[in-house]
């Protein structure tokens, strides 16, 4: 598929490229604010500080990366408009970014994908192009289609413009004053986790960072324990649909491997057990994906780690159906 990079370090992402991310997205993006709760510290015996990317334009941080691959195409690139594949909000980050930028945007996205982000790929003027995930190839049928039209494929993680927009989520983190002992964050592709990384071991290195993932998706944590690259084999599902990734990245796992001190797993109970929390203590709605990091902390992963005192918690996202955020809500019967 064409795939077309200027301007950065050859295939591989390093701080200065985050630094030029910022100064795309700059005028376009919604710096996300740190927020608190004092419920959730005493729960957690920990000071913790949150990253709501749920509010962020189309509904998570996947907007930081697409806008900055988008922006980096050359003219000639744009005019032939892009491709994508995502359960929703990769698909969503594009598409809101392929308006703003006067591109055609074309999504590769599953039957079962929740309905409110197929709704937003819509309301971002995206052609969505529908795939069953357990019988079809989404990166085939976006194979196929970059072929026949000439779009150039935006992958959702694995890209150096990608992950330098996602670092940006970082780039913040590390510079509102607050010192951080340690930082938890989803894990799918990775993208975003290396993203975060190369940020913050330039401006903060001594912060530890935690990924957080679903248990049935475990890879990264599986890759971690071994020290390469490990591929699950589940076809179960999860209502984590943004985390639905089977394998680390090509470019995203030398960079986490590095950084990554360890890599929690959470239930999907869990999930909805901490969305409901947030939820009463914010009014702020996650997502399932973008709620697995506060469930790692709310269930104690953190507790045996006494010298992380400061945490910051990445909420990736908050695109979710009526009937998940129903669910959860019953799990505290608000």
């Not at 049928?141 to 989520?169: E, F, H, M, N």
Request: include cysteine; charge should be positive.
């Amino acid at each position: 598929m064409n795939n077309r990079y200027k301007n950065i370090s050859v295939n591989k992402p390093i701080f200065q490229d985050i630094e030029k991310a910022a100064s795309v997205l700059n005028g376009n993006l919604f710096p996300t604010p740190l927020i608190r709760s004092d419920v959730i510290d005493i729960i957690t015996q920990k000071k913790v500080w949150f990253k709501p990317e749920c509010i962020q334009k189309s509904g998570s941080f996947k907007y930081r990366g697409a806008f900055n691959r988008l922006a980096n195409l050359s003219g000639a690139d744009k005019l032939k408009g892009v491709v994508a594949t995502s359960s929703g909000n990769h698909a969503q980050g594009i598409a809101r970014a392929a308006k703003e930028l006067n591109i055609s945007s074309h999504i590769v996205m599953p039957t079962d994908a929740p309905v409110v982000k197929i709704k937003g790929v819509k309301r971002y003027n995206g052609k969505i192009y529908f795939y069953n995930r357990h019988t079809e190839s989404r990166e085939e049928i976006a194979k196929q289609l970059s072929r026949k039209y000439g779009y150039i494929y935006v992958p959702s993680y694995d890209d150096p413009y990608v992950i330098a927009g996602q670092g940006t989520v970082g780039l913040e983190i590390a510079k509102s004053g607050i010192h951080f002992d340690g930082l938890i964050t989803c894990l799918g592709g990775g993208g975003l986790c290396a993203g975060i990384s190369l940020a913050m071991q330039e401006l903060s290195p001594k912060t530890k960072i935690y990924g957080a993932e679903p248990y049935l998706y475990n890879d990264h944590q599986l890759s971690l324990l071994s020290n390469k690259r490990k591929a699950v084999l589940t076809t179960n599902n999860t209502i984590c649909d943004a985390l639905m990734t089977p394998k680390p990245g090509n470019l995203t796992w030398p960079i986490n491997k590095k950084s990554l001190a360890n890599v929690f797993t959470v239930t999907d109970n869990e999930c909805l057990y901490s969305m409901a929390i947030f939820k009463k203590e914010t009014g702020l709605q996650l997502e399932p994906g973008g709620s697995v990091a506060l469930a790692s902390l709310l269930k104690g992963d953190m507790s045996k780690y006494t010298n992380i005192k400061t945490i910051c918690v990445i909420l990736s996202g908050g695109n979710v159906d009526n009937s998940v955020a129903c669910s959860a809500d019953e799990t505290l019967a608000l």
